[in-house]
């Protein structure tokens, strides 16, 4: 926001609002959040969405998870960037294990918004990428979850880079709801089991901001996960100025 000092008239402006969770550090590991063992964050419908920016992008032959959720055969639901030229989905379920694979082009420096939403009425699993519809494709069954270790970023194909609004429904969101999520912040929301925002730069806690009290916290593998400018525009931006003239007008001037 911006600050105008009434005695010297500096204007003080910083438009950023938003901090994110960064997962990069170029000489080793990062840590990661460790998520609660809690049933809400178990459902069999449910989506998952957060916004990713890769400060640097895998090798060639490389993987890095966006999502994954730990059980004991290994995930039971991952989205994961496969050689910088594909999206793969992967989920256990109590019926076999499932994936599928989908071209995409990643780059660097860019944010990106991903979401799964996965329907167990129909058995089927849609991903999303910055709200518009990549596939839909049929599972074999439930999913198979356990309490092995929840977390976020906690495996040997970790994310290089910034996480922001990492959010957990317990319902499948169809596309113009993921569509909404990216402008939105919400409140108040009972299908919202879980709403990290990642504004606690200096904290080990990270705050949920459903309600349900899913708050996770940053463990470490070597180094504790830091923060990176979130998703607000931090660049060059308009603005106007408006002050009473003391003759019943205004000056304006735009900067």
Partial sequence: GATLDPVTGELTWDTRKDSALNT???????GFIRTPVNESLQSQSITVEGSFNWTVLPAGN?????????????????????????LRFEAHTDSGYQF???PFS????????????????????TVYADGQLLF????????????????IHDNFFQFQGATDNYRIWNTARDAEQIREGLTTQYESEPSLVLDYRFGEEDEVTVR?????????????????????????DVGRQDF????????????????
Wanted: hydrophobic letters at 30%; zero cysteines; charged letters at 20%.
């Fill in 240 to 255: 106007t100025i408006s002050v009473e003239d003391g003759r019943g007008g205004f000056d304006i001037q735009t900067f």
């Fill in 100 to 102: 599928y694979d989908f």
């Fill in 106 to 125: 990643f780059d660097a420096d860019r944010w990106y918004h991903f979401a799964i939403s996965i329907d167990d009425t129909t058995n089927e699993v």
């Fill in 208 to 232: 949920d901001y459903s309600g349900n009290e899913n708050h996770g916290y940053r463990g470490t593998n070597r180094n504790p996960p830091g923060a990176a400018n979130g998703l607000v």
């Fill in 62 to 86: 490389g993987a890095e998870f966006l999502f994954s959720r730990a059980n004991n055969s290994g995930f039971a639901y991952g989205l994961s960037n496969r050689f910088n030229n594909a």
């Fill in 24 to 30: 990069f550090v170029s000489w080793s590991n990062t």
């Fill in 136 to 151: 839909t494709r049929p599972l074999p069954g439930s999913i198979a979850y356990s309490n092995r270790n929840p977390a």
